[in-house]
């Protein structure tokens, strides 16, 4: 076994694996970017050594670099974790040559596999079903758009050599060819410096499940079961959970012998994981499944499998590279018996009322439900870190295991309800309804589901008439927080006797009245108040409520509303309030009570960056005549592409960006004139 070995990745990734690593007694090396000179893999890492700038091409992209660190510090081998290098045949085969292992597959199998054009190939040949589409190395712009009327709509585009959801379309008509193969091009390039596509049909309302597999240097080859990963948002894994509630144990059987053919095809050798594309009637007799992709690395949601087989697949890895047998209980059984059932979510920096708009910033307050044998929780960020605009915005991975299906969606709600972000917006509120959605309780979800269905997972529009859910609890909540708060502040900035220092609900002209004022997504909602010290009569909307016996502590709210005791998890700061009545979570931003709400601007007169990133393409040019929705630039950010358009008809007047330009949130990037 190794002594010591390079970690060449950041985040919740790096340090999952130093946590196997020091279980076993091996040291291990750490690399990081300037903008992650105090991450926590920094921190966790027995050594760690800067490499570069915060962009991944000038950091965890430099594999000449990590190799040279590698030396340095005395690694015997490199741990690619995901992303990244993980899947550079190139890195690979330089490490090998640097004399070091690399904790992986062959650089041989990577390259048949790195090519998806070359894996459908190789597939067919080798008899593992393939989707019909084209895979030709041949990417002239009228072949593939007569290859595409050939093969007929929809159908989707994909990168050959990527990974991730990155470099994916889906186009149901002619019309729509063009645009769509520019657009995936532009973003296979950017993301893995290869424009190659390849096209295939694209199957309707199919399911994602893929198989893991291991191999090892003697020729042994198994399957670890499967994980269901169909709730996704374009292409993105939502939800991963193991088994899937899909199988059947007869399509279990047929498709684990298609991914161990699949492996074997390549000689493969450490962790890998087969994905099918699976049709919505596979689950019946001669049902069809399709091969996807290899995925040559250790994927995101492996916790889902470890958590049901008692497994730590990080170690398998190790001992494979350093030489050893897969243990001979995994050897003996074509199908390894799981032990419950386990569900994953991951917890993102990220707003979905902005379209999932990645997220940046400082993680003001960050609380996560504490581990336990139904709870594993995987993050690479503690409170007081940042998110920053370079990387994913991951912020955790939440895994849930118990007995059966219905248990362990059940820990998974109680293992939300625990989280708390403050700073950068988070997903946890759209993954609590996630998990209550009636398609994914009763197992039906397919890959497009979320996509065509999406306003069913999002917080419905505020309405400042109506009194939401949760409300008279938030203004609860809030008062009794400023009834300790305003005699700390004014103890700290004045003096403490002076009557404009008590929280006794009395001011001049409003005896006793109070007015506490929320923001619901920028609808501003008023609550006026009168009473104090628990013992509250509210009134907002039309709608009155008496409350008694109001009580704060520990972060739990517990008061009489109208007669009735209810208790709410409450979580407060100067500018923020949330409150979660155990099944649902809501969140005001606390407003001046008596403030001017100026009109909003409606003018539309320019284009501003949604968020800090890259201008990669710029369509605009001053004088231009624009529509309303015309697309004016493409920005890159967090590994995404972002399409800023035209907000309404008019005239550019100016564009105050180039392609190659980085620019900060909120930059005016084009200004509009009225047409004539």
């Known amino acids: 076994m190794f002594k010591r070995i390079l970690i060449a990745n950041r985040g919740e990734i790096a340090c999952r694996v130093i946590r196997t690593c020091r279980r076993l007694g091996i040291e291990t090396v750490a690399v990081h970017s300037e903008a992650d000179a105090t991450a926590q893999h920094v921190r966790l890492a027995d050594a760690a050594y ?127 060819f063009a645009a769509n193969l520019e657009s995936c091009q532009r973003e296979a390039r950017n993301a893995f410096g290869r424009e190659r596509v390849l096209l295939e049909r694209y199957i309707e309302q199919p399911r994602h499940i893929e198989f893991q597999v291991f191999g090892d240097v003697h020729g042994n080859i198994v399957h670890l079961n499967e994980r269901e990963c169909s709730a996704q948002r374009r292409y993105q894994k939502v939800l991963e959970e193991t088994p899937s509630p899909f199988m059947t144990p007869s399509l279990r059987e047929r498709m684990g012998e298609a991914a161990v053919a699949a492996a074997r095809a390549l000689d493969y050798v450490n962790a890998g994981t087969v994905e099918f594309i699976v049709g919505p009637d596979a689950h019946k007799s001669g049902g069809d499944f399709y091969f996807m992709e290899i995925n040559t690395r250790l994927q995101v949601e492996h916790p889902v499998t470890e958590m049901v087989l008692g497994l730590d697949l990080v170690e398998l890895q190790l001992r494979v590279a350093a030489g050893e047998a897969l243990p001979a209980s995994l050897i003996r059984n074509t199908s390894v018996p799981a032990n419950g059932h386990a569900i994953e979510l991951r917890l993102y920096a990220e707003d979905p009322e902005q379209g999932f708009l990645p997220g940046s910033g400082t993680l003001e307050k960050l609380h996560l439900p504490a581990p336990s044998a139904h709870v594993r929780i995987d993050s690479g960020v503690v409170e007081g870190d940042a998110v920053t605009i370079f990387y994913d915005p991951m912020i955790a991975k939440l895994v849930t295991w118990d007995a059966t299906r219905e248990a362990a969606l059940v820990r998974m709600r109680e293992a939300l309800a625990a989280c708390v972000v403050a700073g950068p917006k988070s997903n946890v509120e759209f993954l609590e309804r996630l998990v209550r959605h009636p398609a994914v309780v009763e197992g039906r979800i397919d890959t497009g589901y979320l996509d065509r269905h999406l306003d069913e997972f999002l ?75 628990g013992h509250y009569a509210l009134q907002a909307g039309g709608v009155h409520c008496s409350v008694e016996r109001a009580s704060l502590r520990d972060g739990v709210l517990s008061a009489s509303f109208d007669g009735v005791v209810q208790r709410w998890h409450a979580v407060l700061d100067d500018e923020r309030v949330t409150v979660h009545d155990g099944q649902h979570r809501r969140s005001w931003t606390h407003a001046p009570a008596y403030a001017y709400a100026a009109a909003a601007a409606t003018s539309g007169d320019r284009v501003v960056a949604p968020m800090p990133g890259r201008v990669v393409v710029v369509k605009a040019r001053a004088g231009d005549e624009v529509g309303e929705g015309e697309e004016l630039l493409v920005m890159e950010a967090m590994k995404m592409e972002l399409s800023l358009k035209a907000p309404r008809a008019g005239v550019v007047d100016a564009v105050q960006a180039a392609a190659g330009d980085f620019v900060e949130a909120d930059a005016v990037l084009v200004r509009l004139v009225e047409a004539g």
């Not at 650089?107 to 067919?124: F, H, P, T």
């Open 459 to 533: 917080a419905p529009p505020a309405d400042a008439d109506a009194v939401a859910p949760g409300l008279f609890a938030a203004a609860v909540a809030w008062l009794l927080h400023e009834e300790v708060a305003a005699p700390r502040r004014a103890l700290a900035t004045a003096d403490p006797h002076s009557p404009w220092a008590q929280a006794d609900g009395w001011r001049l002209g409003h005896p006793g009245r109070r007015i506490v004022a929320l923001l619901d997504r920028g609808t501003r909602v008023e609550i006026g108040a009168h009473g104090a010290r």
């Open 50 to 176: 800067p490499i570069g700038g915060p962009r991944p091409a000038d950091s965890y992209l430099r594999g000449d670099a990590i190799i040279e660190v590698a030396r340095e510090s005395g690694a015997q081998a490199i741990h690619p974790g995901y992303g990244f290098l993980s899947e550079n045949a190139d890195f690979a085969e330089a490490v090998e040559r640097a004399g070091l292992a690399f904790i992986g597959p062959a650089a041989d199998s990577m390259r048949r596999m790195g090519s998806k054009a070359g894996a459908k190939e190789l597939m067919a040949a080798r008899g593992v079903p393939v989707v019909p589409g084209y895979t030709g190395e041949d990417q002239d712009s009228d072949l593939l758009a007569r290859e595409a009327a050939r093969i007929g709509f929809p159908l989707m585009i994909k990168a050959a050599h990527g990974g991730g959801g990155k470099g994916m379309r889906i186009v149901r008509s002619a019309s729509e």
